[in-house]
């Protein structure tokens, strides 16, 4: 199995801040990697798949990048909604993988 | 609006049985490769199970290979998990998900005696 691990495990950061998150494949991904949006108590959202195209509707403040092992995903200017929890996940191939999740709470 | 909306979930006791259904709105899930995610509580997402649109290709986590089944209705417009010798661990949210695109609420499975 393909094992995704995300840093940092939490961040604290301020409104206005640009912050990124990684995530790392313990093996070659190319671009299959597909990033999300968790509230507490809400399921999660999509923002960004194939390492970097964005959803639909999703600001771009939303960005992602990278292929193969490395990726990163960066949230510009942030705002009290963007904290969350976010996660990567790997549908290179089966079983597909998820990262720990990275938390983003406010300094 | 495009939405999913699962059902289905409950208490359940060790051992037994429950079927989930997903069903979608707005758009057609024929076009969509189908997935369930599930979340224990407190803890991270877990990918369960997934199928190709025309439903030839079902792929799923060892956790639960021989235990659950994943199908599909297009007509319906419709996902399905049938879960069987449910575990304790088992207990989670369950969230239908169409590509890595659009997510259902949840339903919560709780697997208890």
């Known amino acids: 199995d393909i094992q995704m691990t995300q840093s940092p495990s939490s961040l604290s950061a301020s409104v206005g801040d640009r912050v990124t998150i990684t995530c790392r494949a313990s093996q070659g991904i190319s671009n299959y990697l597909a990033w999300f949006q968790q509230k507490p108590g809400k399921a999660p959202k999509s923002l960004i798949y194939?390492?970097?195209s964005l959803q639909s509707g999703v600001p771009s403040k939303f960005s992602g990048s990278g292929s193969g092992t490395d990726f990163t995903l960066t949230i510009s200017s942030l705002q009290p909604e963007d904290f969350a929890t976010y996660y990567c996940q790997q549908y290179n191939s089966y079983p597909q993988t998820f990262g720990q999740g990275t938390k983003l709470e406010i300094k | 609006e495009v939405q999913l909306v699962e059902s289905g979930g409950g208490l359940v006791q060790p051992g037994g049985s429950l079927r989930l259904s997903c069903a979608a709105s707005?758009?057609?899930?024929?076009?969509?490769?189908m997935s369930w995610v599930r979340q224990a509580p407190g803890k991270g997402l877990e990918w369960v199970a997934n199928i190709k649109q025309d439903g030839s290709e079902k792929h799923y986590v060892d956790s639960v290979k021989g235990r659950f089944t994943i199908s599909r209705d297009n007509a319906k417009n419709s996902l399905y998990l049938q879960m069987n010798s449910l575990r304790a661990e088992d207990t989670a949210v369950y969230y239908c998900r169409a590509s890595s695109m659009v997510w259902g609420q949840g339903t919560l499975v709780t697997v208890s005696s």
């Open positions: 707005g758009f057609s899930v024929s076009t969509y490769w």
């Open positions: 194939a390492a970097s």
